[in-house]
């Protein structure tokens, strides 16, 4: 009894820490506005966002705690009902994050990019949900994005403007417009509560994670908050991205030629853009991940594959310059314009690069090291693999486990000289036994995580969206990285 008195006090407290801290934040924020009109809703919103955050996050903790109690370790029955309580709690967290919208669903993408880190549950609710189907602004406050940004409706700037989306993500939603020399664009709004409530939302996010992990100590995901904090506001600046996706092109005609005509970015119409609307080429192609749609271009799903991993190894391995957000939404493919065919007279592929808001740079020591560290992976030298991954900062007691990480294989797979030793097979086999390493060293990994740059961490979440790509264009067995690729790129500048 003694101790589930102790668990209803922390319970109770992480209802008030999530209130109260995400409180002070609103009440700065609603302080801080010059704006009347945005006062007024952050003076609505912010108490009802709390509430929600507040009765969600103890919800989640008393469904652990209460439906967990008294079933031993290691026990088929604990580990049956674990699953449904992850389930339970995933779709809580999903429909907090949709009501709350803005930088909570930014927070569920993270998760659904967090493959074998989180629980399963998680990664596949918020996947199936957050990546571009996502609630959308009114055309009100569309309406009122276009009045603020460019002095005038939709259809005073545009010939035409569909008010009806195409998509919507977590910080804006895209519509399709024509402008008066008849051009075909896409248009990105910003969502307006994104900025009434993002300074509240921040804190109230960053309050919730510091309070489980006071109480679930190996729940430690303030890497995470950390990030949010850093890249959050350069996302909230749509010039910014444009900048990004133009420095993108410039270094793939510099230091990849040999593949820059199969690559691209919208062009940018930048009389019509500001920093939160953004007006670009309209493209019309596959999503890349749809197995069927591709092949109906007439491009074979397997080229597409290699193209996007030699295309981000160019951009980790030689540019230093990493598109850090690669999930299915953000990466479309259409036959290459030139109309040039493979010698089995397939269509070749081009990738048309999307959202390029989340960019991060590595320097010459982190690129070397990281390339050093893959060589190593990939050609079986746990010597090389140790040396370098104690140089990105995983130590000398975690390297095994960040070479799992990174390889989804485990240690004896890794260091195994067999040629396909790196092979991912994607079997329910496989997922289960990653998924039990996850679980049984879940400690441990949420310390790596806490160790590592964040500029790895993001890496590691790239690499979690190009797995789960090529894991859709190739039915069966496929290599992350390929010999050929590590020779041809990660081999570049390495004796």
Not at 114 to 138: F, T
Not at 260 to 276: C, F, G, I
């Amino acid at each position: 009894m003694a101790v589930r008195s102790f668990w209803r006090a922390k319970t109770k407290l992480l209802l008030a820490a999530a209130a109260t801290g995400g409180a002070g934040a609103g009440a700065v924020a609603i302080a801080n506005s010059d704006d009347p009109a945005s006062a007024v809703k952050l003076t609505t919103a912010v108490p009802t966002r709390l509430l929600r955050d507040a009765v969600a996050a103890a919800t989640i903790a008393f469904d652990y705690e209460y439906s967990l109690w008294g079933l031993p370790d290691g026990s088929i029955e604990r580990e049956r009902v674990k699953r449904e309580v992850h389930t339970r709690s995933a779709h809580k967290l999903q429909e907090l994050c949709f009501k709350n919208g803005g930088i909570y669903i930014k927070l569920g993408q993270h998760i659904s990019q967090l493959e074998y880190l989180v629980p399963d549950e998680y990664v596949q609710i918020m996947r199936q949900s957050m990546l571009n189907k996502c609630p959308v602004s009114s055309y009100d406050q569309v309406l009122e994005v276009f009045k603020k940004e460019l002095g005038g409706a939709p259809d005073e700037i545009f010939d035409e403007f569909d008010p009806t989306p195409i998509a919507s993500a977590s910080l804006a939603q895209v519509h399709v417009a024509r402008t008066h020399n008849g051009q075909k664009v896409a248009v990105k709004v910003q969502h307006t509560h994104m900025t009434d409530t993002a300074a509240a939302d921040y804190a109230t996010v960053e309050m919730i994670v510091n309070t489980l992990h006071w109480i679930f100590p190996s729940f430690d995901f303030r890497w995470l908050v950390d990030e949010m904090r850093e890249s959050l506001p350069k996302e909230l600046d749509f010039l910014i991205e444009a900048k990004n996706s133009v420095k993108c092109m410039d270094n793939f005609r510099r230091f990849s030629p040999h593949i820059a005509e199969y690559v691209y970015a919208p062009r940018v119409y930048w009389n019509l853009s500001t920093s939160k609307l953004l007006v670009m080429e309209y493209i019309d192609g596959a999503q890349v991940n749809d197995y069927r749609a591709i092949r109906k271009l007439g491009v074979k799903p397997s080229d597409v594959s290699n193209l996007l991993s030699q295309s981000f190894a160019e951009m980790m391995f030689k540019h230093g310059f990493v598109h850090c957000d690669p999930h299915a939404a953000n990466v479309l493919v259409r036959p290459l314009p030139s109309g040039s065919r493979s010698i089995f007279g397939k269509n070749k592929p081009q990738l048309v690069l999307l959202d390029h808001g989340l960019y991060k740079d590595l320097d010459t020591s982190m690129r070397i090291n990281y390339a050093s560290l893959w060589k190593g992976l990939v050609f079986s030298d746990a010597n090389a693999i140790k040396e370098n991954s104690v140089k990105l900062g995983a130590g000398e007691d975690l390297y095994v486990l960040f070479a799992g990480i990174l390889t989804m294989r485990p240690w004896n797979k890794v260091i195994d000289p067999a040629v396909d030793h790196l092979v991912i097979r994607g079997t329910d086999g496989d997922r289960s036994e990653l998924q039990m390493y996850a679980s049984q060293y879940f400690p441990q990994i949420s310390e790596l995580l806490r160790r590592l740059p964040r500029v790895i961490l993001l890496m590691l979440k790239t690499n979690d969206c190009l797995r789960a790509v090529n894991r859709a264009l190739v039915r069966g067995s496929f290599y992350f990285w390929d010999v050929d690729l590590i020779r041809s790129v990660i081999g570049f500048g390495l004796a």
